[in-house]
């Protein structure tokens, strides 16, 4: 079930025309691990799940489920049907909900898509932390014990910055995956992220797998930036 490190290419499309666009470029090379987030698979349902892995893509289903046990189990069992290579949760959730989660996913003949687990979204502050989701403990603790968490449930890894991954992998072990975005060429546009890394230090700093959005789908030649992380990352 372990999977080699890899670039993942977030599709933030808003239909499916748009990423058979997009994904046609790839024709004839390599095809890339891309992710489905909720806007598309909201738009377009799980047939855009089935297409994508029909034109022969690795899906990295990114949902971040969050709900009581029983339900996410009976959801991860859907999500696992449609034969997704990794599919994610959030750990807030707890550890029952986790091991439930597990359970669902893993198909009849014990093969299964990766879990991951979000810590705390790159969208929470410490102010917020603190004031809103009133958790006493810092950023960094709080990350690395809901990663510790996730590891003890059974899961592969969690999606975190590459800046978190050293210490993700200091308390979880080296073979615990780390998913991570925030990713830029050196010099580039940051857009919307803050605490950004290129491929080559998210190498540097642990990353299994970088996942990368505009500086790939919104580049001038999406196919030659998609090589550029493939040559710099791996
Ligand atoms: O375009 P960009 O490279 O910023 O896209 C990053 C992708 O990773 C987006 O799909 C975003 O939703 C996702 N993501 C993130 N930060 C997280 C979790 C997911 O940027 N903490």
Avoid at 41 to 63: C, M, Q, T, W
Avoid at 110 to 130: C, F, H, K, N, W
């Amino acid at each position: 079930m372990r999977m080699k490190r890899d670039v993942i290419i977030a599709c933030d499309f808003s239909g499916a025309g748009e990423v058979y666009d997009f994904l046609d470029l790839f024709k004839g090379g390599r095809k890339p691990f891309v992710k489905i987030g909720m806007e598309l698979f909201y738009a377009e349902g799980p047939s855009i799940v089935r297409s994508i892995k029909e034109r022969g893509h690795n899906v990295f289903l990114d949902l971040k489920l969050h709900d009581i046990p029983n339900t996410v189990k009976k959801s991860m069992r859907v999500l696992s049907g449609l034969d997704v290579d990794m599919v994610n949760l959030h750990a807030a959730g707890g550890s029952a909900m986790m091991r439930a989660a597990l359970d669902g996913l893993t198909r009849p003949d014990g093969s299964r898509p990766l879990l991951i687990a979000v810590t705390q979204l790159t969208s929470t502050s410490a102010e917020m932390l603190r004031d809103e989701l009133l958790i006493g403990s810092s950023m960094e603790e709080t990350i690395s014990s809901y990663a510790v968490n996730a590891r003890n449930a059974g899961l592969d890894g969690v999606v975190c910055s590459p800046r978190e991954a050293a210490a993700v992998k200091a308390a979880c072990g080296p073979g615990f995956v780390t998913v991570t975005p925030g990713i830029r060429f050196e010099g580039a546009s940051t857009d919307d992220q803050v605490r950004i890394t290129t491929p080559a230090g998210a190498r540097e700093l642990g990353s299994d797998f970088i996942v990368v959005g505009r500086p790939v789908t919104a580049a001038p030649d999406p196919v030659a930036a998609y090589n550029r992380c493939l040559n710099d990352f791996i």
